[in-house]
């Protein structure tokens, strides 16, 4: 018997091996063959009496797992392939990992308390006394949640374990003691609408319809998951609700994992642990598991019996995945969710165009979620950028502390000063190995790249023309927070971003100061626009977002106002709480900010809609990007002239072909970086030529490494 075997290179065709007549092997199997020098994993994709062309087959080594992908699984493993022009072998490894089948893969275990902890008399230190207490109220923890809980200090439970206090036990004994949560918290009742919405999809719970969950922010989409996942599970039906970051959205998590009995929820992201995983995907295929929570590598779970898919903040870019396989999750999900015939749930405050382009042609069905508890509206105010900011907000700041309320300032960059100038010739001092300016962190007093991390020390003269007058222009997070700093106390001022907030165990922390804070200011780059949930904010202050009004990108209208929809509604979140949202820019009658001020998102979508149509842009078309990146410009020219060569054989009305550019950012890491972009009238066209052009791709020698990203959204 010969089998058809794709591993994991990235090779554009799968191989034929022998498997002895005796053995079982079947189509979706993971297996061991040789391949050159080395023994790989790979997935068996066909089985054939005869090898198409090859001689001296070689032999399975090993067969790791028969069938491990089901029928269904492999159906969507070549469309993926196809639609995305990915190879195979690369695809493939979507659905399972290598760690699955190691043998060595450790059982997660975790600590439990002994007696003698609660006897200890000693004066444990600060750190330590915080761990104890959380033993003395958990008892068992696993090891994944004291990582989380504690940062992992790791020497503190070495010497509990050292001293007797505690012992090591196997995860499947912490989740003994876990299994009987007794304290799910109470199911709340559903508001007339939030109740309509669940009704809607529940009507049709055994066939393919896709629903959009539109409210804005705090208008508790969230109760109508629950309520959607909770009677699915008790019809023995799986519930995927996905999020586009897990990592930012700790609340969620929380939220959802008291609301089920914890046998029957788990998450699954790249955050947790190989044993963890592996432990959470057998669970799924067995069913013992019933709502998942998880990011885009959770629709590759092999599901017993899938009753749904939610797709929370469906507009969130996070969704796309940037290497490999570069697929959407969010249209993935459209696939599974047809392929079984069961509904989709988007859900979003600031729905994407694509999905608003659906519901138009009445392809989607839109459940309206108003503002909850008829809380107050903000008033949305836009400035002129004239002035320094502490002159024109003490005096409302110092307002609003005395009244215990909080404040946002919303800067769109971290670090102190985005670029530094030398002020006699005007160069600017960038990265040595990509094509941006470096960022000046004054925190630890230095220069970064945020493309390759590249960090220097801070220069003395300019490498240019010698001059000492080098100058920081601009505002990140750090510049704003030096400036409140002067006229506010430490303790009122709390940075968010990714420079301050590394792991969860900080933004756990962070989170924490946040809820109790009476009177402060919040500053953050995006990572505060993401999901979360914080009190009492009476203003939301908009900084530096004019950028992004005259972006390359046609997308960055869009990006901008979710953004901006998002931020504001961080806002007046509280009964009869009176609320300003105030942006400041140098363009302030720029159409956007009148969708802003009528908080009018779906006219906004519509207008925005019209400009891509008269460029017939997507969702009026299909984009397909072509990337070749290489040490020399020559190289990247050369292999995307030839790509073009061969697209101009194709030209008819259903293909556009731009012309061969430059990235955005045209260098990183040492490498240039060039694009040529397709657009196709039709999908059909789309799949049939890019295969054509992948096979044609693939004779081309170059130095280059190249892509394709279909559907991209981004075009630098
Ligand atoms: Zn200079
Ligand atoms: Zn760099």
Known sequence: MIVDVAINKPLWKTLDYEVNENIECSVGSIVEVPFRNSIELGLVLGIKKKSSGQYNLKKIKKIIELSFLNKEQLELLNFMSSYYCCPHGITATLFYSKNFFRKSLKKTYGYQITASLNNSNSEPKAKKKNIIEIFRQKKKISHEDYKKFTNYEKKIINDLIKEGHLKKIISEDVNDSLENNNNIAKDIELNLDQRKAFECVMKDKNSFKTFLLYGPTGSGKTEVYIAIAKQLNQADKQVLLMVPEINLTPQLEENLKNRFESKHVCVYHSGISNAEKKKNYDHVKSGKIKTIIGTRSSLFLSFKSLGAIIVDEEHDDSYKQNDGCRYNARDIAFYICKQKKIPLLLGSATPSIETYFKYLNNNISILNLPKRNLAKSSKILIEQNTGNLESLYKSKIEKLFKENK????????????????????????????????????????????????????????????????????????????????????????????????????????????????DGGIIIGTQMVSKGHNFPKIALVLILGSDNALFSSDYRATEKLMQELFQVAGRAGRELNFDSEVMIRTKYPGNEIFKHLINSDYSKFLEKNLQERKSFNYPPFSNHVLLRALSKNRKDNLDFLGQALKFAELYKSKDIKIYDIVPCVTEKINGKYRHQLLFQFERKTFMVGFLNKLVKRLNNCKTKSTWHLDVDPKNLN
């Open 406 to 517: 909080n404040i946002i300032f919303y800067v769109n960059r971290r670090g102190f000063n985005p670029l530094i100038l030398c002020n006699s010739c005007k160069s600017t001092i960038n990265c040595k190995k990509c094509s941006v300016n470096l960022t000046y962190h004054k925190t630890g007093n230095f220069l970064l790249c945020h493309q390759c991390n590249y960090k220097m020390s801070i220069p003395k003269i300019c490498d240019f023309c010698m001059s000492k007058d080098l100058v920081g222009i601009g505002d990140g997070t750090q510049k704003i927070e030096d400036e409140l700093l002067k006229s506010f106390v430490p303790e009122k001022i709390i940075r968010f971003d990714s420079d301050e907030i590394k792991n969860q165990s900080k933004l756990k922390l962070t989170i924490e100061k946040i809820n109790n804070l």
